[in-house]
């Protein structure tokens, strides 16, 4: 761009501010979304990138497939001696496992116990992840039976300022043991799933003294291999069915890897990859964020293009006349494309400041802590200026460029394209609203999904409970847990109390089980089971659907210490009644099934959603321990009346009498489904952010275009005014000029949403339907923006004096 | 200077063909103002566009100093135009944006033969006069000195031949005058300038004139001096 081009670039937007405004604010704001967007969708596929050589780390995943189990799929989670067993099998084998992590340990010091991101972890760790040291040396270091690693900010915790290695911190995993510090290490960033802050030695016994360690079947930890390449883990993968064949005959049975396969996973996959059916949904929600960003800079590339022909059209003389001047084809082609690189380059500064503006408060609305990486940014903006800008300058400088001067110039009225241009422009306004209507009937189902997740039965009363989950900690003895829940029923706020190995949000331990039918050959269809102690029914208000619940005065009920060949009464689910083959809950009641396990149901009872919206609801059977203190695994379930952080505090203060060595660990309800719900409602708002800052920057387009047509059309208002044509007429005319784009844009934006919402709420076990209402919805809105966007200037039009109209060029 | 042999043009609109221009013989001499007369639509502004090379003849010779200028690219008659010509239009045709100065200097941004640019465009807008407008807009000059601004874009260059479209069409008597007397005084001084005019006594101050109709020439006449 020569000096004049630019002068003259300048002043026609000191002249047209509010134009000006307008085009260079919707690309902004394009750019802003796309950029926040942009960085969420970055983050969210960044997870354990910082870890040096990442590429090479591969986790160990079970993968069940067993005939209509609820639990068949892929598990993060192995064995825990599953790695014991691959060295033997295959020397040279480099792996790695980490038993806990997140809230995996109790520290004391002091007379304090908290609960902390303790993990045991072998002494090869730093052979696959190798974290950066701030203090001491890692080497050797996991050897010792005594040392712990601790994270910088653990240091800080525990330490203050003090120089902490060399002290000493007591750790109860299994049993409380005391570590010295021999290493501080630096604080896993925010785009890690690794949750850990003590690093200990996994015991060298742990394979004698837990049962489980090398049973098939279970899934305890996860287990890290890494590889030199990615041929060798191929390699690896591939002689992995014969291992598990030859490993997992004993607790399998012949063909193991039927049942049960080992695969390897990136390390980097793990966190697009959750366990279950989060899985899909997760890469499908990411995709459609970074879809909405994508769209709304193209959104705001359209408008910038539709806005710059139209107004390209009023500049048709200066190009004729530049023409005359002697510029050739390149030179005028040259010139726009610089106007336009320097408006969106102009554009994109601004964008960047709104996403700096904008960020905190994205940061509040989503939970996140995004920053711009400048280093990052900077280059890949001026890709993105140079890229933009020639996209979006390469049609209006092609379109004046192919004026002709002397048609131009002896035209009194400036061309707008021709009918090629209209056509154009009207087709980019459909194309724009096909998304914006898109974006609306998206946002609307996602908000409605994230609404009735919150809203939906869930098959218990989910005010006024909540889960005492320290029970289940190892130190904790049964007297103390006899203890505790005899006097938590006494308190005032307590209405009722039980323990269980499960509750809502899940215990820790989910077990499931084939379950025999009589008269049906093999092992029958698999169902979860729970043990639950008295009231645990009642404390969740459980609907009874057919029969009784289990009854503490009758003996018979108690399903623990019985022979193997014993009957067991069970309750069970409303999804085991379809599951079992029977009709209805009450033809299940009174009936025997297991086979050599007999298990007689003595009642049905409603589903109970414990986990995710996203999980299907599983069949399960319910057995009764009427002393539930001796359970593996023991969380209480307490519903209490009156304020749950005044419930919660005198809980609190009971459990501390009682267990002071284990910290109080107490959720309500709410909260803990809350956690089941978080990333989706992250995600909702941000694409509610998102589509709702697409659909303005289509009301400027949108704007600025109906304001360009309605200008040029003034003369042919004052003839039909002329000609009778009342305002109303007009208005008439200038919306529905308008409107037949927004409504054609129905015709792509459906299929469009349709598709894309189908598959994702196919993510949910509970789910809405996707009701044509919400399309209608959509259109509607997509209608009224429209007739809102245009209506005022329709109307200033619609009210010109045809004498004054009739004068205008 | 100009030789224009047999020439046609023809437009194709939505299968209905028109002419334009038919059978125009026509030669302009270095030094010469001809003067191009006749009723509305009868192909001058159509002839003078051909001559400006911002439109092609569909049929004839254009020869410019000798040379076939049928056979040159748009690129390379952009490059004759910011050489060769000047134009002057009825309504003036400048950019709003720039101003006065800037578009007499906006001639010259074509041109990477030429130096001295600013003192150039001094001189132009000394020579018609605008020279205290120089920092002032479009819009914010009558119509007498918009068309003398744009009179001095059309001479900054030097160029060999002037090409004006009803230079005072849009201009009261006065300043009609005044902007014949610039033409007549660039002609004197050596330019050789073709002129579209309705008005007869615009056209007797030019040293021939023709007359068209119905996009052929009628009549051609030179002035007695």
Known sequence: MNRLAFLSLYRSFARQRAVTALNILGLAVGVAVFLVLALYVRFETSFERWLPDHEQVYVVQTVWDTPGSPHNGPYNDTMGGLLDQLRQDFPGTIGTRILGGENGGIVRQGQVSVTDDVAMVDARFPALFDLPMVRGAVAGVLDQPDAVLISRAAARRYFGSGDPIGQMLTISVFAAQNYRVAGVFEDLPANSDLKLSLLIRLPGDIGRTNPNWYHWGSTSLPTFLRFPSRAAARDYAAALPAFVDRRGRADLGDGASDMVALALLPLTDLHLQPEGSASASARLTLIALGLVGLLTLLIALVNYVNLATARASLRAREVAMRKVLGADRAAIIKQFLGEAVLTVALATLAGLILAELGLPLINAASGLALTIPYAIIAPALVGLIGVTGLLAGSYPALLLSGYRPAAVLASSRAPGGGRAGARIREGLVVFQFALVIALLIGTTVLVSQTRHMRSADVGFQREGLLTVLSTRDSLVAPAQKRAFMARLRALPSVRAAAFANSTVGGSGERNADTVALPGVPGSGPSLVWESVGPDFFTVYGTRLLAGRVFDSARAGDDGTNRAPDATINIVINRQAVRRLGFATARDAVGKTIGGARPLTIIGVVDDMRFYSPREPLEPTYYRYAADPAELLTTVASVRFSGDPRAALRSISDLWQSIVPQVPFDAQTADARLTEFYRADDRATRLFAIGAGLAVLIGCVGLWGLASFNTARRVKEIGIRKSLGASSGDVVTLLIGQFLRPVLLANLIAWPLAYLVLRTWLAGFSDRIALSPLYFLGGSLLAIAIAVLTVLGQSLRASRTTPAWALRHD | ?225
């Open chain 2, 1 to 225: 200077m100009i030789a224009l042999e047999k020439i046609e043009r023809r437009y194709l609109s939505e299968e209905v063909e028109t002419t334009a221009l038919a059978d125009i013989d026509l030669t302009v001499a270095k030094g010469e103002f001809l003067a191009i007369m006749g009723p509305s639509g009868c192909g001058k502004s159509t002839l003078l566009n051909l001559l400006g090379t911002i439109d092609r003849p569909t049929a004839g010779r254009y020869l410019f100093d000798a040379a076939d200028l049928a056979g040159l690219q748009e690129k390379a008659l952009a490059k004759f135009r910011a050489a060769m010509l000047g134009f002057v239009f009825q309504s003036f045709n400048l950019i709003d944006e720039l101003t006065i100065a800037e578009n007499i200097a906006l001639a010259l941004t074509y041109r990477r033969d030429v130096t001295g640019k600013k003192e150039r465009v001094a001189a132009a807008m000394d020579t018609v006069g605008i020279a205290h407008r120089a920092r002032h807009f479009p819009h914010q000059l009558s119509g007498g000195q918009q068309q003398r601004a744009a009179i001095a874009r059309a001479i900054v260059g030097d160029p060999k031949l002037i090409l004006a479209d009803e230079p005072t069409g849009n201009l009261d008597t006065a300043n009609g005058e005044q902007v014949m007397n610039i033409l007549a005084a660039l002609n004197e001084a050596g330019s050789t300038i073709v002129m579209v005019t309705h008005s007869p006594s615009h056209a007797d101050r030019a040293l021939r004139r023709i007359d068209m109709l119905d996009g052929r020439i009628v009549a051609s006449a030179a002035r007695a001096i």
